[in-house]
Nanobody, 123 residues
Framework: QVQLVESGGGLVQAGGSLRLSCVAS????????MGWFRQAPGKEREFVAA????????SYTDSVRGRFTISRDNGMNTVSLQMNSLKPEDAAVYYC????????????????WGQGTQVTVSS
């Protein structure tokens, strides 16, 4: 059984930084694209960032490009999201996802999901 577990969420002031991590278990390795999505109260889940299996190619939603960096360690079956210059509008539950086709930005494209970690940004 594949399990994704996120960590690193919390409360931070606007302009601050957080690093989210996601560890995958139950597989020898995670194939395909891994990504991060987020969902704020009353809003739909939205794509944040994705990274290919090799880690050579990444994709970001426009609102986080230049502030967030996604990375992965295939040996450790982990994917991380470094979030800098956080804004109040970045506050949401952040979800790790895995097993998608190339840089999918659609949640239905991912096979495996974590339970989410809360990010709160105070103004």
């Amino acid at each position: 059984q594949v399990q994704l577990v996120e960590s690193g969420g919390g409360l931070v002031q606007a302009g601050g930084s957080l690093r989210l991590s996601c560890v995958a278990s139950g597989l020898t390795f995670i194939s395909g694209t891994m990504g991060w999505f987020r969902q704020a109260p009353g809003k739909e889940r939205e794509f944040v960032a994705a990274i290919t299996r090799s880690g050579d190619t990444t994709s970001y939603t426009d609102s986080v490009r230049g502030r967030f960096t996604i990375s992965r360690d295939n040996g450790m079956n982990t994917v991380s999201l470094q979030m800098n210059s956080l804004k109040p509008e970045d506050a949401a539950v952040y979800y790790c996802a895995a097993g998608a086709t190339y840089l999918s930005k659609v949640s239905t494209g991912y096979k495996f999901w974590g339970q989410g970690t809360q990010v709160t940004v105070s103004s």
